[in-house]
């Protein structure tokens, strides 16, 4: 159920450490609908890229996914930090995680994240698990069209 007035490219920000994982998302959104994902492995590269890059070529994410284990800064402080910013705190962030803890999830929740999904261990529920994402925050979902503040 592809929505046609949605169909412009949305920006997608990953942050995810994992190469294998990374390489999954991207293929499979890629096969979905030609999204633009820019990929940041690190909390203190995502932080930079988000409030310290002031590039003109930069575009504003319309959706963050995160994995709250990364190194550097964790997916926390980084959530933090999004949430905290007027700048950024609109933008839907999706955590990703291979954790199950009820205490993580409880506190991605409290600390403004959007959904939290555990990754799955199975290759086939994994690409299940990207092809919902993309079906409900991308073509079902209304995304802010004000770009921050």
């Known amino acids: 159920m592809n929505n046609l007035l949605n ?23 890629k096969y979905i609908r030609n999204e633009n994902i820019v990929v940041i492995k690190d909390g203190e590269d995502v932080i930079n890229y988000l409030f310290k890059n002031k590039s003109v070529n930069k575009k504003r994410p319309d959706i963050i996914m995160l994995d709250i284990n990364i190194p550097k800064k964790d997916g926390f402080e980084v959530l933090k930090e999004i949430k905290e910013s007027d700048e950024f705190k609109d933008i839907p962030v999706i955590i990703i995680s291979s954790s199950d803890s009820e205490e993580s999830i409880i506190k991605a929740y409290k600390m403004g994240a959007n959904c939290y999904i555990v990754k799955p261990m199975q290759l086939d529920e994994f690409i299940k698990v990207i092809r919902c994402i993309e079906e409900f925050w991308l073509n079902i979902v209304r995304l802010p069209k004000n770009k921050g503040g």
């Open 7 to 29: 169909k412009v490219m949305l920006e997608i920000l990953l942050v995810e450490d994992n190469d294998a994982d990374v390489r999954l998302i991207t293929e499979v959104f």
